[in-house]
């Protein structure tokens, strides 16, 4: 019945319709829409005015505290969506839970610093064309009175070992990068975590771990961007810095599509291709860089993973 009655409404909607699909001489022409492609992504401009890269929708980023306490996402994000029209929801994890997010197909794209942890992911085919990304390092930082006397140590198995007997130590205990890094560092220098004096775990990020080692004068260990980013409101220093094998890489990831249903890769492809473009890695190598006197991130993209150090 109810069909009966709206027949005559319906036939009305969709006359001018049929007159479209029938080629109606009045109907103006239809205007081919540009197909959008990783490699016109890859060459797209910064520029707000709207180009044949932009992509637009929206996409899911799960990425590393680090990216966001240090201020760069503020940077990168709203340059993103200028030359693309992709609105990106950016949610800060440890690594380790940005990589469950990943594998689960929560997100779209994730930016992650652990790259031992991010086999795994990749291996089970979860995570797909990685990009090497930018990189800096880990440092150890603690109070000025540095009760271990690590200041001026030429050995980063000797300064954990000495903060172990001393403390108090904070740490992320997040299974982040910077938590997955502090873990290795005491298995190298042999130390077992029940014996670390004082050590703490907060279940927090970056910045928010920092804050807490500053309020009770411990050590912590950090990448070098969040420290910086911090420091004008911590009383914490940088006591160790330098060890090869406090380098600190970055990895963009598409999540696979074929694992998991309703990814958004086109917008997902349209980050990784946007991250490793020269003038993003030009910005990222810039970042703060005049305001501290120093780098916060290095460019990488288009080196050897085997130039740091990596497969």
Excluded at 44 to 66: E, F
Excluded at 135 to 141: A, L, P
């Amino acid at each position: 019945m109810r069909l009966a009655r709206l027949a005559p409404v319906l036939t009305l909607l969709l006359l001018p319709w049929a007159a479209i699909a029938c080629g109606d001489d009045d109907a103006p022409p239809k205007t081919a829409q540009p197909q959008v492609s990783a490699s016109s992504l890859a060459t797209a401009t910064l520029s707000p005015t709207p180009a044949a890269g932009r992509v637009g929708g929206t996409m899911i980023l799960a990425t590393t505290t680090s990216t966001q306490d240090s201020g760069l996402l503020d940077a990168l994000v709203p340059r993103f969506k200028d030359a693309t029209g992709v609105d990106v929801k950016v949610i800060a994890v440890g690594t380790g839970a940005a990589l469950e997010m990943g594998a689960k197909g929560d997100a779209d794209a994730v930016l992650v610093h652990a790259p031992t942890s991010e086999k795994k992911y990749v291996d089970s085919g979860d995570l797909i064309d990685g990009k090497l990304v930018m990189h800096n390092d880990f440092v150890v930082v603690g109070p000025p009175s540095d009760p271990a006397k690590v200041r001026g140590a030429k050995d980063i198995t000797a300064v954990m070992a000495a903060i172990a007997t001393t403390g108090p130590f904070i740490s992320r205990g997040d299974a982040s990068g910077t938590n997955t890094k502090e873990l290795e560092l005491w298995k190298v220098a042999n130390v077992d975590l029940k014996t670390v004096a004082g050590r703490e775990e907060t279940g927090q990020g970056m910045g928010a771990t920092l804050n807490i080692a500053d309020q009770k004068a411990a050590y912590t260990l950090t990448d070098r961007a969040t420290y910086l980013a911090l420091k004008k409101n911590l009383r914490l220093e940088i006591l160790f810095e330098g060890a090869p094998n406090l380098l600190n890489v970055y990895h963009v990831y598409v999540v696979n599509p074929a694992k998991h249903g309703g990814v958004k890769e086109t917008q997902a492809r349209a980050w990784v291709a946007f991250l490793v473009d020269p003038a993003t890695q030009q910005l990222i190598g810039d970042f703060k860089k005049a305001e501290f006197g120093q780098s916060l991130f290095f460019a990488d993209a288009g080196k050897p993973e085997t130039s740091l150090g990596l497969r």
